[in-house]
Each structure stands twice: as C-alpha cells, then as structure tokens.
C-alpha cells in the first residue's frame, strides 16, 4: 500500500549539509534522481554524481568529502522517476482471479505510459521550480501581451525607421554619386602619377644601369692599379736588394781604396827616396833605398822606370 503521495523534496544550500533526506516511497534505488538550480539553470545529476543510503533514507550530495558542500542560493531537488512498466507474471497462480488482476495493472501501466507521451508534449516548468500551471499560463498571457505591446511599438519604429531609411538611401544616392566623381577624378590624378612615376623609374634603372657601368670600369682600374702596386713593391724589393748590394760593394771599395792608398803612400815614399831631380829639373836615380848599393832601377829610353838587368 502506498498512502503518501509526495513524489519530490527540495532544499535550500547553506555550504554545509551533505546528507538530504528522501521523504516519498520509492521501490529500488535507481528510482531516485537528483537535480540542481542555480543561477535559474536547472542540471540533473547523474547517478554516479550521488549516493543513497537506504538504511538512513538519505541521498549524500556531494559524495566526496574533497567537494564543497552546495552554497546558499542553490537549490536542491530530489525526485522519483519509475519506469512505466509492469513485470508482474500472474498467470501461473491458477484460477481466472490472478489473469484479472495483472490485466488491470497491464491496463494502468498502459494508460501511465499515455500519459507520459502526452506530458512530453506539454510545457512543464523545472521540477526544481516551484511555479505551478495557473502560474505558468499568467505569466504566458502577460508575456503574450508584453510581446503585442512590443510589436505595436517596433511597428511604429518601423515606420520612423523606414522614412529615415528612404532618407538616408536618398542622401547616400547623393554621396554615391559625389563619391563616383571624385573616384574618376582620381583614377585620372593616379594615371597620370603612374605615368611620371614608369617615366622617373624608367630614367632611374638608366641612371642605375650607367652607375653599373661606372662601378665596373672603377672595379677594372682598382685591378689594374692593384696589379701596379705588386709590381711596384717588387721592383721596389729588387731595388732594396740592388742597393744592399750597392752598399756592400761600396764597403768592399772603400775597403780596397784605402788599402791602395796606404800602399801609394809607402810606394811614393820609397819612390821618393829613390829619385831625385838635378840641376835641370831632372829626375835622376839615387842610391837604391832598399840595399845601399847601386840603384836597382833605371830610366829607360822614355825615361820610364825599369829595373836593372
């Protein structure tokens, strides 16, 4: 027998209640289903999002301690939701009583899941609300009216509207039409700057192209007087060595020309001891300087010097 006819509970949040009772009858634990509203947003959770404690009759919403409990202003629905069917085999009792029996509740599951089709069909506000149906056709009616009420108002809008659109259109006529003028004005202004610009760029790759040509022959020069350089610095290398000869050799000189030198000098002083000039200016042979007795040397028929025979 099932006398209590409460199908839903709901509960306010206040951050700390985890443990929400279930005050309706229900025949298995996959009956119960638990919603939530917040912020005007209902969620249905789902089953794994719960637990039911059939021995404290209890749904444990959240279920882990490492969740925060629901805050205040979130609303909390549970509810019953059976599966319109009916399994109950009756006709193995014997007698036509038990055939009777479960053909009146094959009849009423008939006619429940009826009326589930039908409700499917209908406007139902949230299970978590609690607006009932008269509520819910007032506020249908008065927004039925608030929405006449706005067609009225957009439909003059739409007269105002359209009267400064045709305006606007008319005045965008003129615009389009200063705008297509000024357009050709300055297609021609762009042609005739095009124009200039291929001239200037034109006169520019020339200038360009003579610039080449000039970095070129420079290019040409800088090789040529590069190649001057070298040459230079090796003439100027061979020269370097020419005068380092020179320097040697005018060592070597000086060398043999003051060797000479002392020599002449002993030479015209033995010389000197050997000749002399007479009374007539003559040079006569004297003594022989080298051994005291008769000269050595004589004057020939030249009167250049010879040694005696």
Not at 175 to 203: E, H, K, M, P
Not at 246 to 271: F, K, N
Request: proline content about 2%.
């Amino acid at each position: 027998m099932i006398s209590n006819k409460i199908v839903k509970a709901s509960y306010s949040g206040n951050g700390v209640t985890r443990q929400w009772g279930i005050p309706f009858s229900y025949t298995d634990i996959s009956q119960i289903c638990v919603a939530l509203l917040e912020n005007d947003v209902q969620t249905i959770l789902d089953s794994n999002d719960f637990t039911v404690n059939t021995g404290s009759g209890v749904v444990v919403y959240p279920k882990s301690i490492d969740d925060a409990p629901i805050a205040e202003g979130v609303v909390l629905v549970i509810f019953r939701s059976t599966d319109i069917t009916q399994l109950s085999d009756l006709t193995n009792q014997g007698g036509a009583w038990p055939e009777t029996i479960e053909a009146s509740l094959d009849k009423l599951t008939l006619i429940a899941q009826e009326h589930n089709e039908k409700l499917g069909r209908a406007v139902l506000s949230y299970i978590t609300g609690g607006t009932t149906a008269e509520e819910m056709i007032e506020q249908i009616h008065n927004d039925r009216l608030a929405t006449q009420q706005d067609m009225l108002t957009t439909k003059g809008y739409k007269e105002e509207t359209a009267a400064t659109l045709a305006s606007t259109i008319s005045q965008a006529a003129n615009y389009i039409s200063q705008g297509q003028s000024l357009l050709d004005s300055t297609v021609f202004a762009a042609t005739n700057y095009v124009s200039q610009g291929q001239s200037l760029l034109n006169s520019t790759v020339s200038a360009a192209q003579t610039g080449q040509n000039y970095m070129n022959q420079t290019q040409a020069y800088k090789d040529d007087a590069r190649s001057s350089a070298n040459a230079a610095s090796a003439s100027a290398d061979t020269a370097n060595e020419y005068a380092q000869h020179a320097v040697s050799a005018s060592a070597g000189s000086e060398h043999w020309a003051q060797l000479a030198y002392d020599y002449t000098d002993a030479l015209r002083h033995a010389l000197g001891n050997m000749f002399e000039y007479d009374a007539n200016a003559d040079i006569q042979l004297v003594e022989d300087p080298l051994t005291g007795t008769d000269p050595s040397w004589e004057l020939d028929s030249n009167n250049d010097v010879m040694p005696v025979a």
